[in-house]
T-cell receptor
Framework: ETGVTQTPRHLVMGMTNKKSLKCEQHLGHNAMYWYKQSAKKPLELMFVYNFKEQTENNSVPSRFSPECPNSSHLFLHLHTLQPEDSALYLC??????????????FGPGTRLTVL | GQQVMQIPQYQHVQEGEDFTTYCNSSTTLSNIQWYKQRPGGHPVFLIQLVKSGEVKKQKRLTFQFGEAKKNSSLHITATQTTDVGTYFCAGPPSNTGKLIFGQGTTLQVKP
């Protein structure tokens, strides 16, 4: 248990559905991240938040919409996804985003399947 | 942009054999981190190397950071079935604090 939780752990959705992924960290960290992990691909950084402010949007399609209401919670809102968006979505946190890199702590991930 | 490459992509070994994965960055890294992801699991931090030429050991695992701080390696001595998983290296582009992950090396160990 790393102190980062994600819900749901598994999600199956149709292309017209709207759903949200939730991440919560209990580590007192101030930076939170969303990654996408597809089969046979490296971890793809999607979004970065530092002290609730988005600092990175890695050319992610607008059908993915992040939200960070406070330093402990991070959401990823999904709408009109495509089958190729099926992947493991990982949330991570670190003490803060700064020039010297802190270790990142990952949640267990949400396995998303888009039909 | 910065790229972090790992080789090999896959490695199958007999239990008891040694294993090494190599990580190469297109740019100098301020530090390098290694993570392990078990099958069905999530990446878990193993170690961070900061100094040029640094070597760190964790039991049967030996981590090395190159003199030029552009490459790193992870060596496992006498693999065990518990070593199965994907090993990722990750390093930050200069002055950003975020991590760029390599594509990982997946290790299979035959008992």
């Amino acid at each position: 248990e790393t102190g980062v939780t994600q819900t749901p752990r598994h999600l199956v959705m149709g292309m017209t559905n709207k759903k949200s992924l939730k991440c919560e960290q209990h580590l007192g960290h101030n930076a939170m991240y969303w990654y996408k992990q597809s089969a046979k691909k490296p971890l793809e950084l999607m979004f970065v938040y530092n002290f609730k402010e988005q600092t990175e949007n890695n050319s992610v399609p607008s059908r993915f919409s992040p939200e960070c209401p406070n330093s402990s919670h991070l959401f990823l809102h999904l709408h009109t996804l495509q089958p190729e968006d099926s992947a493991l979505y990982l949330c991570a946190s670190s003490p803060a985003l700064r020039t010297s890199t802190d270790t990142q702590y990952f949640g267990p991930g949400t396995r998303l399947t888009v039909l | 942009g910065q790229q972090v490459m790992q080789i090999p992509q896959y490695q199958h070994v007999q239990e008891g054999e040694d294993f090494t994965t190599y990580c190469n960055s297109s740019t100098t890294l301020s530090n390098i981190q290694w993570y392990k992801q078990r099958p069905g699991g999530h990446p878990v931090f193993l170690i961070q190397l900061v100094k040029s030429g640094e070597v760190k050991k964790q039991k049967r695992l030996t981590f090395q950071f190159g003199e030029a701080k552009k490459n790193s390696s992870l060596h496992i001595t006498a693999t065990q079935t518990t070593d199965v998983g994907t090993y990722f290296c990750a390093g930050p582009p200069s002055n950003t604090g975020k991590l760029i992950f390599g594509q990982g090396t997946t290790l299979q160990v035959k008992p």
